[in-house]
């Protein structure tokens, strides 16, 4: 297929998915400057292999950004010199301070006049940024973070939950069923199942009448792709259909207007993907 953003100075990999009538597409894509945009699902899709940067910006920030999560800038180091890094990734000076803008605008580093880049704190990384959770999820994220993820996604995510079982419109639910669907027929492809898992909670979240909560698509990326892992990288067996199961009670607690029973039944769905990521 050749999309009409082609012609439009974007390259784009559209992955489609239709049925009944539903055609939702999804693309990763890079702006007009060629700067690497990331999209929902595409720290999941990389469970199966790391992506290729599509260009020199994207590769810079993925190195130097994996590098100061993995600890191999450390936190309140000074980056080496623009002439090092330029020589390391073979860049001109303004692809790297493009580059180091954009870290910056993460949160990973700070300039300091007279100094250099240095690494920033760790309490200033942004990490409701997708791409920086990309990089703790290739980093093994410690216990303190992994605790802090389960317990966001406890705190918020049944409210959600209620709140879409109160605001939910009726496209909202139909894209639910969708998506339920989607899970059903992918019980034996995890990656397939996983997304369309993902997809089911993101369209929550956008049902959901807090701004705040919708922002959780990155933390609630992180932690599917941190619970379907073991089963997607390395092909562990797992049996899907109770997760399916629970899923479904989310759905029909959420239609029936059961705001209290669709949030004990995403705490239900949390906690089958905080025990799998054990």
Known sequence: MVDENRHRGFAVDVHPVAEAGVSCWKWTHEDEKGYRMIDPGSLLRSLSGRATARNFHSHVI??????VISGRFPVGSILPND??????????RTVLREALKTLEAKGLVEARPKVGTKVAKKSRWNLYDPQVLAWCLEAEPDEEFLAGLWQVRHALE?????????DRTGDQIRLMHYWLRQMEV???????FCLADFELHRIIAE????PFIRALQGVIELSHALAYRSVIAYELPYDLAPVLQSHRALVTAIERGLTSDAALAM????????????
């Open 267 to 278: 705490v239900e769905t949390i906690e089958y993907d905080r025990l799998q990521a054990l």
């Open 207 to 210: 049902a959901a009448s807090n």
């Open 83 to 92: 002439a090092a890094l330029m020589d390391e990734f073979s860049v001109s």
């Open 158 to 166: 049944p409210l959600a939950a209620a709140d879409a079982a109160r």
């Open 186 to 192: 992918a019980l034996s492809e995890p990656q397939s």
């Open 62 to 67: 993925n190195e130097i950004g994996a590098g």
